[in-house]
């Protein structure tokens, strides 16, 4: 019997990787009307390159790039670049479609709700938050809750431990097969792949459940919550 459903954030509930490319293409243009006198594609390349290192939620990747450029910060460039890069982050920070919808319908369900990220804390609320949503969930756990990133199992032991579930009660929702499925697998989560926010080219998840549409997760809780949908799928 499923009571709880927890959701991975980026590329399951919104599409962050559509939306940073937005963001960081405004940017980009804003820095070089700004005066920054390098190609698009060659700062591309080099925040590319920072991500790489830093980490894609990595906060001062203009501060970095500039002074590599100029041994200092220029500040006119600086703020052009982030200014650019927060309006196109608000107009580009969508849910996928159906979020509201499933999660409304969960709760009409009494199933409790929860996120695992592996966003920092300010980031992950502050997504939440622009999207409406953090009124909804019962409990969040970011990587600044846990200090581990997924697979690793305290994630995903502490969202069911503040949800006050067992694992097999449980179904985990997320887009990234290797840490979502596998973390969530192994602490006795049921798995549901959420192909559509793929980045990957998945072939084989291993998931319980893969989907399409998040709205297939209705689907998945009334099966396994019937009397023919005890057993495993």
């Given amino acids: 019997m499923i009571s709880a459903v927890v959701f991975d954030l980026d590329n399951t509930l919104v599409d962050f990787m559509a939306m940073k490319k937005q963001a960081i293409d405004a940017a980009i243009h804003a820095m070089r009307d700004a005066g920054l006198r390098l190609s698009v594609d060659e700062i591309q390349k080099r925040i590319d390159r920072i991500y790489k290192e830093k980490g894609i939620e990595f906060q001062n990747v203009f501060d970095e790039l500039l002074f590599e450029e100029f041994s200092k910060i220029d500040y006119k460039i600086l703020s052009a670049g982030v200014i650019a890069y927060r309006r196109a982050r608000e107009a580009a920070l969508v849910p996928y479609p159906h979020v509201y919808l499933t999660l409304i319908e969960l709760t009409k369900m009494h199933m409790k709700l929860g996120v695992v990220s592996d966003a920092p804390a300010r980031e992950a609320w502050l997504r939440l938050c622009y999207l409406n949503l953090h009124h909804i969930f019962d409990a969040v ?11 690793h199992p305290t994630p995903f032991k502490k969202i069911l431990e503040k949800l ?10 997320g887009d990234w097969a290797e840490r979502d499925v596998v973390g969530a697998a192994q ?47």
């Fill in 141 to 151: 756990v970011t990587f600044d809750d846990s200090g581990k990133r997924k697979p």
């Fill in 164 to 173: 006050q579930v067992n694992p097999h009660e449980s179904l985990m929702v």
């Fill in 187 to 233: 602490v006795g989560m049921k798995t549901v792949f959420a192909r559509y926010g793929d980045t990957f080219g998945t072939q084989i998840s291993n998931a319980d459940y893969e989907i399409n549409d998040i709205v297939e997760v209705l689907q998945i809780v009334r099966k396994e919550n019937s009397s023919q949908g005890r057993s495993k799928s």
